[in-house]
């Protein structure tokens, strides 16, 4: 199996236990892996009135996971959730937030809320 192969399965089991960790706190799915023009969004996720889009990172330790989310990914991020917007208008009468779950091996996963500021 190619390393981009195991990567992506990695990718989508981090996913799974972030999206699993997540629905434990009330949160409900509304998507999965959403692309956008150059960007995705991991998870996006709804509880009551608000609104989450999640980027899960999983990494060798929870330091080096707190730092992969860049300046370069909030911005694509921010514009694929503007895309979303637009098709699910529904949800610009929620609150809006963007949170992170980090994962690194014997540790519980770490729920970030508003990682980042969303400007949409």
């Given at each position: 199996?190619?390393?981009?192969?195991?990567?992506?399965?990695?990718?989508?089991?981090?996913?799974?236990?972030?999206l699993?960790w997540?629905?434990?706190?009330?949160?409900?799915?509304?998507?999965?892996?959403?692309?956008?023009?150059?960007?995705?969004?991991?998870?996006?996720?709804?509880?009551?009135?608000?609104?989450?889009?999640?980027?899960?990172?999983?990494?060798?330790?929870?330091?080096?996971?707190?730092?992969?989310?860049?300046?370069?990914?909030?911005?694509?991020?921010?514009?694929?959730?503007?895309?979303?917007?637009?098709?699910?208008?529904w949800?610009?009468?929620?609150?809006?937030?963007?949170?992170?779950?980090?994962?690194?091996?014997?540790?519980?996963?770490?729920?970030?809320?508003?990682?980042?500021?969303?400007?949409?």
């Open positions: 199996m190619s390393r981009f192969h195991a990567s992506g399965r990695a990718g989508r089991r981090a996913e799974t236990l972030a699993l997540l629905m434990t706190k009330g949160f409900w799915p509304l998507a999965r892996r959403h692309g956008g023009k150059g960007g995705e969004i991991d998870l996006i996720l709804r509880r009551g009135r608000l609104v989450i889009f999640v980027e899960v990172k999983q990494r060798a330790s929870l330091a080096l996971a707190l730092e992969a989310v860049s300046a370069e990914k909030r911005r694509l991020i921010t514009r694929t959730v503007r895309g979303w917007l637009a098709r699910n208008p949800a610009m009468r929620c609150s809006l937030r963007a949170d992170a779950v980090f994962l690194a091996p014997w540790h519980r996963p770490r729920h970030m809320p508003g990682v980042f500021e969303l400007i949409v």
